[in-house]
C-alpha cells in the first residue's frame, strides 16, 4: 500500500501546484521582442494595487503552507522517497551531468554565434565565440574548471563594454552561480565543495526572481508577444495574465530556496513552464533557457537535506509568508531603486502619444539613442 501511495502523493502534489499558477508560457521577452532598458518603469504601487497580484500571492502562500504541513507529515516523507526513486540514476552522477550540460551550452551558443551569453547579449567579435568553445572544453577537466568558471564571468564583464549594466543584473546571479560551481566542485576542502549544489540553486533563483519584476516594471514589453501569440494567455485578459505570471516566477524562484519537498516541486513547475514555452518560441528560447532547463532537472533531482543556508528557518510553517515578503521588499526595492540611480526619475527618451515609451524600433540595437530618436519620430509621423 505505502508503494502506490508513495507516487500518488508526490503526483497530487504537482497536480495542485500546476492548478494553483496559471500556465506561463512566456519566454525571456528581451530576446523576442523590442525594448528599451532606460525607459520609465510603472510605479510599483500599480502592482500592489493589482488585485490579480495578492490573488496569485494568496495561491501561493496556500500551496507553500500546505506543501510543506504534508512534507512534516508521514506522507512528506513517502513523496520524498518517491521523487527520490524516480531520480536516482541522475543523483548519483549528478556532477558529471552538470559539467555536461554546461559544456553543451557553450558549445550550442558558440554554434549560434554573435553573442556573449544570452540571444539578447549580441556581439560582432567573432574571437567571443572561440572563447566560448575553449569554456566547455575546459569543463571535461576537474583541473581546468576553475578557469572555465572565470571564463564565464569573463564573457558578462566584457558584455559591459556593449550593454548596460542594470540590463546585465538579468544574468549576473546564474552567471556568478554556474562559475562559483566550477570553481567549488574540484575544490580540496570538502566543506567548501559541499556548496557548490547550492550556490547553483541559489544563482538559479534569484536570476528567476529578478527577471520576474520586468512583468510589473515593465508589463507593456510583454504585449507585443501578447498580440503575436494570443493562446500564450490561455484566455485570460492581459493584464490579469501578466502579474499573475510574474508571480509565478518570482514564487516558484522563491521555492528554489526552501525546503527539500517545496523546492523539488517548484523546479519541476518551472521545468514544465520552461518546455511548454519551447514549442511557440522554436530554437532560440531553447538555446537560451537550455542551462536553467538542465539545472531545474538537477534541483529536481537533489537529495540533500542538511547543507543548506538557514535551515531552522525554512522548517518553520510561520516563516513562509514572513520570507515570502521579506523577499518581495527587497527584490522590488533593488530594482526600482538600482533602476532610478542609474537612469533618474524621468524617461531620457522621447515620448509617445500616450506619454511613455518603452520599446525600441531596432531590437538588434535597444540602446541605441539614435534609433529611439528616428522611432519616435516616426511614431508621430
Given at each position: ?138 569543463v571535461f577537466s576537474r583541473r581546468t574548471m576553475p578557469i572555465a568558471g572565470v571564463g564565464i564571468v569573463a564573457l558578462w564583464l566584457l558584455a559591459l563594454r556593449d550593454y548596460d549594466l542594470f540590463h546585465l543584473f538579468d544574468y549576473l546571479a546564474l552567471g556568478l552561480g554556474v562559475a562559483l ?149 527587497v527584490f522590488c526595492t533593488a530594482y526600482w531603486g538600482l533602476h532610478t540611480a542609474f537612469y533618474g526619475n524621468q524617461q531620457n527618451i522621447p515620448a509617445d502619444v500616450s506619454g511613455k515609451t518603452t520599446h525600441s524600433f531596432d531590437p538588434e540595437h535597444p540602446h541605441d539613442a539614435d534609433t ?10
Amino acid at each position: 500500500m505505502n508503494t502506490l501511495r508513495t507516487p500518488c502523493i508526490t503526483i497530487l502534489l504537482t497536480s495542485s501546484l500546476a492548478a494553483i499558477w496559471p500556465a506561463n508560457a512566456f519566454a525571456h521577452v528581451k530576446w523576442f521582442a523590442p525594448y528599451i532598458v532606460g525607459a520609465q518603469p510603472e510605479p510599483i504601487s500599480d502592482t500592489l494595487t493589482d488585485t490579480w497580484f495578492w490573488v496569485g500571492i494568496g495561491l501561493v502562500l496556500l500551496f507553500f503552507i500546505a506543501t510543506r504541513l504534508i512534507e512534516k507529515s508521514r506522507f512528506g516523507e513517502m513523496a520524498i522517497s518517491g521523487l527520490n526513486f524516480a531520480t536516482a540514476p541522475l543523483w548519483e552522477r549528478q556532477d558529471e551531468y552538470i559539467r555536461a550540460i554546461i559544456a553543451a551550452f557553450f558549445v550550442a551558443i558558440f554554434a549560434v554565434g554573435g553573442v556573449y551569453l544570452t540571444p539578447d547579449l549580441k556581439t560582432p567579435a567573432e574571437w567571443v565565440s572561440w572563447m566560448q568553445l575553449v569554456i566547455a572544453c575546459f569543463v571535461f577537466s576537474r583541473r581546468t574548471m576553475p578557469i572555465a568558471g572565470v571564463g564565464i564571468v569573463a564573457l558578462w564583464l566584457l558584455a559591459l563594454r556593449d550593454y548596460d549594466l542594470f540590463h546585465l543584473f538579468d544574468y549576473l546571479a546564474l552567471g556568478l552561480g554556474v562559475a562559483l560551481y566550477l570553481i567549488l566542485e574540484p575544490a580540496k576542502s570538502e566543506n567548501l565543495r559541499a556548496r557548490r549544489f547550492e550556490v547553483l540553486r541559489w544563482g538559479l533563483a534569484i536570476a528567476l526572481m529578478w527577471s520576474s519584476l520586468e512583468k510589473f516594471a515593465f508589463p507593456s514589453w510583454f504585449y507585443p508577444l501578447v498580440v503575436e501569440k494570443p493562446f500564450l494567455t490561455f484566455g485570460m485578459p492581459r493584464d490579469v495574465f501578466i502579474p499573475m505570471a510574474g508571480v509565478t516566477e518570482f514564487t516558484l524562484g522563491f521555492g528554489l530556496l526552501w525546503t527539500p519537498l517545496i523546492r523539488r516541486l517548484s523546479a519541476i513547475a518551472l521545468l514544465v513552464i520552461f518546455t511548454a514555452a519551447v514549442w511557440p518560441f522554436g530554437r532560440v528560447d531553447l538555446i537560451g533557457h537550455g542551462l536553467i532547463m538542465a539545472i531545474l532537472i538537477a534541483v529536481a533531482a537533489d537529495q540533500r537535506r542538511g547543507v543548506d543556508l538557514l535551515t531552522l528557518l525554512k522548517q518553520r510553517v510561520a516563516s513562509i509568508p514572513i520570507s515570502l515578503a521579506v523577499m518581495l521588499v527587497v527584490f522590488c526595492t533593488a530594482y526600482w531603486g538600482l533602476h532610478t540611480a542609474f537612469y533618474g526619475n524621468q524617461q531620457n527618451i522621447p515620448a509617445d502619444v500616450s506619454g511613455k515609451t518603452t520599446h525600441s524600433f531596432d531590437p538588434e540595437h535597444p540602446h541605441d539613442a539614435d534609433t529611439q530618436d528616428s522611432g519616435a519620430e516616426h511614431r508621430h509621423d
